[in-house]
T-cell receptor, first 114, second 108 residues
């Protein structure tokens, strides 16, 4: 069964460093999302992406964040200068042809900023 | 914007008992989701509810949706230890808005 994959599973970085989190959505999916979950808290929407552009972003997704689909398969989330409060689990999700289709979540990348 | 409220946020129950988790949401949503999350793991989709009166069952879990009351419930029948996890209710047409989750702990 096709699934969303994410790498790395765990990333440790120092405050102020740039990180890139990678996702490979399900191959025929057209809508892509990033969510984050601070430890012990709820899952929060960050950004949605369709047709090579951001369709919606939350207040959390400030100028330090960017997303890209650099090739036909990867979908990346970049944090330019990490802060301690960026420590969280980051989930990628994708959905099929319509934004009303169910989203499938990847296993997550745990980001630890020290 | 859609707001999703779950209760209770923490539930400790004995094996074999029944219980219900409630999910209220603030505005109309084309769909209502229930997810399960084990500690340190990803989100496992349990149910997607699309219409008023929808009821779905999988094993000991049953989810229902009342769009007029803006209420969804997740009912657990004869709980077993393996159902211990955090359960999230969520809604939304494009971006998904999650509730805070209900941490369910089932005691043997």
């Amino acid at each position: 069964e096709p699934e969303v994959t994410q790498t790395p599973s765990h990333q440790v970085t120092q405050m102020g460093q740039e990180v890139i989190l990678r996702c490979v959505p399900i191959s025929n999916h057209l809508y892509f999302y990033w969510y984050r979950q601070i430890l012990g808290q709820k899952v929060e929407f960050l950004v949605s992406f369709y047709n090579n552009e951001i369709s919606e972003k939350s207040e959390i997704f400030d100028d330090q964040f960017s997303v890209e689909r650099p090739d036909g398969s990867n979908f990346t989330l970049k944090i330019r200068s990490t802060k301690l409060e960026d420590s969280a689990m980051y989930f990628c999700a994708s959905s099929e042809a319509s934004r009303l289709n169910e989203q499938y979540f990847g296993p997550g990348t745990r980001l630890t900023v020290t | 914007e859609l707001k999703v409220e779950q209760n209770p946020l923490f539930l400790s129950m004995q094996e074999g008992k029944n219980y219900t988790i409630y999910c209220n949401y603030s505005t109309t949503s084309d769909r209502l989701y229930w997810y399960r999350q084990d500690p340190g793991k990803s989100l496992e989709s349990l149910f997607v509810l699309l219409s008023n009166g929808a009821v779905k069952q999988e094993g000991r879990l049953m989810a229902s949706l009342d769009t007029k009351a803006r209420l969804s419930t997740l009912h657990i029948t004869a709980a077993v230890h393996d159902l211990s996890a955090t359960y999230f209710c969520a809604g939304g047409d494009d971006k998904i808005i999650f509730g805070k989750g209900t941490r369910l702990h089932i005691l043997p």
